[in-house]
């Protein structure tokens, strides 16, 4: 702290480029934080889903239906200790653009199933007691300023005609990471309005007691159902999650690998404009070697530098991005996950900082080495 006051007014000696040289730190380093809270929006799926839980969909495909009837039936296989299902639904609210997901769910053990999303039981009593009730996550009712009791009208592309909904409950996330953009409503609300549809179901929820036994049960639910009208694919709810993000990993990949290109091309241009600046001042290192400090006084201090200037900029980039966050969702629902972790931000700045390392340290070694009359006679 004691040469504190030198080393603010190197930085200030070219203000234009020191706050150019900030920006562009802060530039990439809030690049590098959107394209975390990418990565963890695509990823946040597989990072809740439950150890033990499996998902049974059909053989053919996701939107192929499986029998009602299949509940009884798995709960009959050894280690299966729970079943619950559900149901896509596919409806439009308002406008095509106002996409969140919206499931019909089983009244009987959907809530035991998920645990994380809590819900009042007051609300799902009410929920229970109205067939067209519907319970909606905390971040969705945020988007769209629903309250308790509201009636929410929604337009049917799967299953045709208007459907109306009164909100009964708004169910909160345990963690973070948990999805609070969800619209649950009655199935029994659905097959009943169905024609040619009852007793269909999309996928089934299965709690294993044993998440180590989970690859020998998946495969046990799937030859009991072999051979038969509706066969079965059966995978933990993780490899589940992780279908879905493959399903979207050219997109994945198409952001981050070209925001990555950006960010990193943004930092070496950074780092070269700080590595100019130190070597612009070999002639003023040599002065100061001159009139008595070390070789290794004038290392830290050129270090301490190009570190502040990162730190800076590296610490503005990311309050931004955080910043942004906070804002919720800006993509419509695209990302209902939209958040900057801790552990995102603290490597972000590290990179700052390393690449703040890296960029004096080169030429701070080089100064330091330098016999002075040698570096007094640099033009």
Same mark, same amino acid.
């Given at each position: 702290? !004691?040469?504190?006051?030198?080393?603010?007014?190197?930085?200030?000696?070219? !203000?234009?480029?020191?706050?150019?040289?900030?920006?562009?730190?802060?530039?990439?380093?809030?690049?590098?934080?959107?394209?975390?809270?990418?990565?963890?929006?695509? *990823?946040?799926?597989?990072?809740?889903?439950?150890?033990?839980?499996?998902?049974?969909?059909?053989?053919?495909?996701?939107?192929?239906?499986?029998?009602?009837?299949?509940?009884?039936?798995?709960?009959?296989?050894?280690?299966?200790?729970?079943?619950?299902?559900?149901?896509?639904?596919?409806?439009?609210?308002?406008?095509?653009?106002?996409?969140?997901?919206?499931?019909?769910?089983?009244?009987?053990?959907?809530?035991?199933?998920?645990?994380?999303?809590?819900? =009042?039981?007051?609300?799902?009593?009410?929920?229970?007691?109205?067939?067209?009730?519907?319970?909606?996550?905390?971040?969705?009712?945020?988007?769209?300023?629903?309250?308790?009791? =509201?009636?929410?009208?929604?337009?049917?592309?799967?299953?045709?005609?208007?459907?109306?909904?009164?909100?009964?409950?708004?169910?909160?996330?345990?963690?973070?990471?948990?999805?609070?953009?969800?619209?649950?409503?009655?199935?029994?609300?659905?097959?009943?309005?169905?024609?040619?549809?009852?007793?269909?179901?999309?996928?089934?929820?299965?709690?294993?007691?044993?998440?180590?036994?989970?690859?020998?049960?998946? !495969?046990?639910?799937?030859?009991?159902?072999?051979? *038969?009208?509706?066969?079965?694919?059966?995978?933990?709810?993780?490899?589940?999650?992780?279908?879905?993000? !493959?399903?979207?990993?050219?997109?994945? /990949?198409?952001?981050?690998?070209?925001?990555?290109?950006?960010?990193?091309?943004?930092?070496?241009?950074?780092?070269?404009?700080? +590595?100019?600046?130190?070597?612009?001042?070999?002639?003023?290192?040599?002065?100061?070697?001159?009139?008595?400090?070390?070789?290794?006084?004038?290392?830290?201090?050129?270090?301490?530098?190009?570190?502040?200037?990162?730190?800076?900029?590296?610490?503005?980039?990311?309050?931004?991005?955080?910043?942004?966050?906070?804002?919720?969702?800006?993509?419509?629902?695209?990302?209902?996950?939209?958040?900057?972790?801790?552990?995102?931000?603290? /490597?972000?700045?590290?990179?700052?900082?390393?690449?703040? /390392?890296?960029?004096?340290?080169?030429?701070?070694?080089?100064?330091?080495?330098?016999?002075? +009359?040698? +570096?007094?006679?640099?033009?």
């Amino acid at each position: 702290m !004691k040469y504190a006051r030198l080393v603010v007014a190197n930085l200030f000696r070219k !203000k234009t480029r020191t706050t150019l040289t900030v920006g562009s730190f802060a530039v990439a380093l809030f690049l590098f934080g959107l394209l975390m809270v990418v990565h963890g929006a695509f *990823s946040q799926g597989v990072s809740v889903a439950g150890a033990d839980r499996l998902v049974v969909v059909n053989r053919v495909s996701l939107i192929q239906p499986l029998p009602l009837a299949y509940r009884d039936r798995l709960l009959r296989i050894p280690g299966v200790s729970q079943v619950t299902f559900a149901n896509w639904f596919g409806g439009v609210y308002q406008d095509e653009r106002n996409f969140f997901p919206q499931f019909a769910v089983d009244t009987q053990g959907y809530r035991q199933m998920f645990p994380e999303f809590v819900v =009042d039981d007051g609300e799902w009593a009410a929920f229970l007691g109205d067939k067209e009730g519907a319970i909606v996550g905390e971040g969705l009712a945020e988007r769209f300023k629903w309250k308790m009791g =509201d009636r929410i009208p929604v337009r049917g592309t799967i299953y045709p005609g208007t459907w109306e909904f009164n909100i009964r409950g708004i169910y909160h996330g345990q963690r973070v990471q948990d999805d609070v953009t969800q619209f649950w409503f009655r199935w029994d609300y659905l097959d009943e309005r169905t024609l040619g549809r009852k007793g269909i179901v999309g996928w089934y929820t299965v709690r294993i007691g044993n998440p180590e036994e989970a690859t020998g049960i998946a !495969k046990a639910i799937d030859e009991r159902f072999a051979n *038969s009208p509706f066969e079965t694919r059966t995978d933990t709810e993780k490899a589940f999650a992780a279908g879905f993000v !493959k399903q979207m990993g050219n997109i994945q /990949l198409l952001m981050m690998s070209v925001g990555s290109v950006v960010f990193f091309t943004l930092l070496l241009v950074t780092g070269n404009t700080m +590595a100019i600046a130190v070597r612009e001042r070999t002639r003023e290192l040599a002065v100061l070697k001159a009139i008595g400090f070390s070789d290794a006084f004038v290392l830290v201090m050129v270090i301490a530098e190009t570190m502040v200037v990162a730190a800076v900029g590296g610490g503005a980039g990311l309050g931004l991005t955080k910043l942004l966050t906070l804002r919720g969702d800006p993509t419509g629902g695209l990302l209902p996950f939209f958040h900057l972790s801790g552990e995102a931000i603290v /490597l972000g700045f590290a990179l700052a900082l390393a690449v703040g /390392l890296v960029a004096g340290f080169l030429p701070a070694l080089s100064a330091g080495r330098l016999r002075v +009359a040698d +570096a007094l006679r640099r033009v």
